[in-house]
């Protein structure tokens, strides 16, 4: 039979692939380093899982949930005020299960057919799906190492941009870890002002900072919520990715247009991982600051380490990943991600996989610990593979 030409916008999935090899691999008897995909290896709080047993334990709990219980959304709105300073209110909250989920969907409430949105390259896949399964149309802008790798509007032409539907901006940025600098929000916001455009914002990352400053939200600047709505989700900072919760925050008509094509599609997040998320929105955050200290540890680790051995690799600035020039002699990521994997039995992700200006770039998770990153970089060192 023939399936929708829609499947045709897809190329393979680059992190399965990947892990195929790599599973190859350890069946040989090979030690396989994995800075691979961004699922943090730190164990969820005690008091998170003895939540989700805990609620497990109702039989009520089973039964589709058809909303966002109030306790949580309020437990949203709480952190905000507390964590980022943002006074927000629970028209202004939809949950969803995931970022990645949570993209897709958008594009599909935001755009029809043809629209075109303002996307950033080097950008996480989603990005870019999501804009495929809406049928629209990418505009790229470029994150260069000569800006910080940070969104430069002088680079999207103004006919484009009075043309575009949304804009997504990610920081801390997956994958080159930038983070924002004083203006960067400021100048955004005026942009989508000017051009009536909707600006998403993916704010993933803002617990893995590796300055003094704390992150914060795209909220807490003046006029964000009248042009958007960011992406809060709960995956990296208290290490729950594969519980799925994210949510939709902002501009109240967006997040209730995006609820509204949810409900068309699900039942609503499963009650025990609400309460959950309700729990870990009531604790305090010292874990959280805790953990950002042993991600920079982490980050010295692999960026100083790359350098001590004759990599150039640039410190990250943010979230959980380091964003690695491939050396000279190699054409192209992907041939460099199989060398390394092959060679040292180091497995990361080729920056061809995040869009045009990814190439010539890999990207490695902060997934270990320091002592195990030392033993891949000397893996990396005994191979040669840096050599010309």
């Known amino acids: 039979m023939k399936f929708s030409r829609r499947m045709d916008r897809f190329g393979d999935e680059i992190f399965a692939s990947l892990n195929e090899k790599k599973l190859a691999l350890e069946q040989s008897g090979r030690t396989i380093f994995n800075l691979s995909i961004g699922t943090p290896d730190f164990v969820p709080d005690q008091r998170l899982r003895d939540s989700l047993a805990e609620a497990a334990q109702d039989s009520n709990n089973w039964k589709y ?3 966002d219980l109030p306790e949580m959304t ?11 300073g943002v006074e927000i ?3 202004m909250v939809c949950s969803c299960y995931g970022t990645q989920e949570g993209m897709g969907h958008l594009a599909l409430t935001l755009c029809d057919e043809g629209d075109i949105v303002l996307l950033p390259t080097p950008c996480y896949p989603v990005f870019l799906a999501g804009a495929a399964m809406a049928g ?35 920081l801390p940025s997956n994958p080159t870890g930038s983070v924002a600098v004083p203006g960067t929000y400021e100048k955004l916001i005026a942009f989508a002002a000017k051009h009536d455009i909707i600006l998403v914002h993916d704010n993933a990352y803002s ?12 909220l807490a600047y003046p ?23 994210s949510f939709l925050v902002g501009r109240p008509d967006i997040v209730a247009a995006f609820r509204k094509l949810r409900s068309q599609i699900d039942f609503g997040m499963f009650l ?34 790359c350098r001590a051995i004759g990599w150039d690799v640039a ?42 200006l990814g190439e010539g770039y890999v990207r490695f998770a902060l997934v270990l610990p320091p002592e195990r990153i030392k033993e891949a970089l000397k893996a990396i060192a005994d191979s040669g593979i840096l050599n010309f």
């Open 65 to 67: 949930a058809l909303r």
């Open 74 to 84: 309020e437990a949203v709105c709480r952190y905000y005020k507390k964590r980022f």
């Open 89 to 91: 209110t629970p028209d």
């Open 136 to 170: 629209a149309e990418p505009f790229f802008y470029p994150l260069n190492k000569e800006n910080g790798f940070l969104p430069n509007i002088a680079d999207i032409p103004a006919e484009i941009a009075d043309k575009a539907k949304f804009m997504v901006v990610s």
């Open 207 to 218: 617990d893995i900072i590796f300055t003094e400053e704390k992150g914060g939200s795209f």
């Open 223 to 245: 006029g964000a919520a009248e042009v958007g709505a960011e992406f809060f989700s709960l995956s990296k900072s208290f290490n729950l990715t594969g519980a799925r919760i």
């Open 272 to 305: 025990p991982i609400q309460k959950v998320a309700i729990t870990a929105l009531n604790m305090e955050t010292d874990g959280i600051d805790y953990q950002r200290r042993l991600y920079r540890e982490r980050r010295d680790a692999l960026c100083g380490g």
């Open 315 to 356: 410190d990250s600035m943010g979230s959980m990943f380091v964003w690695a020039p491939i050396p000279e002699h190699y054409a192209d990521s992907m041939s460099f991600c199989m060398d390394l994997l092959e060679k040292a039995g180091v497995l990361c992700t080729p920056g061809s996989s995040f869009g045009p």
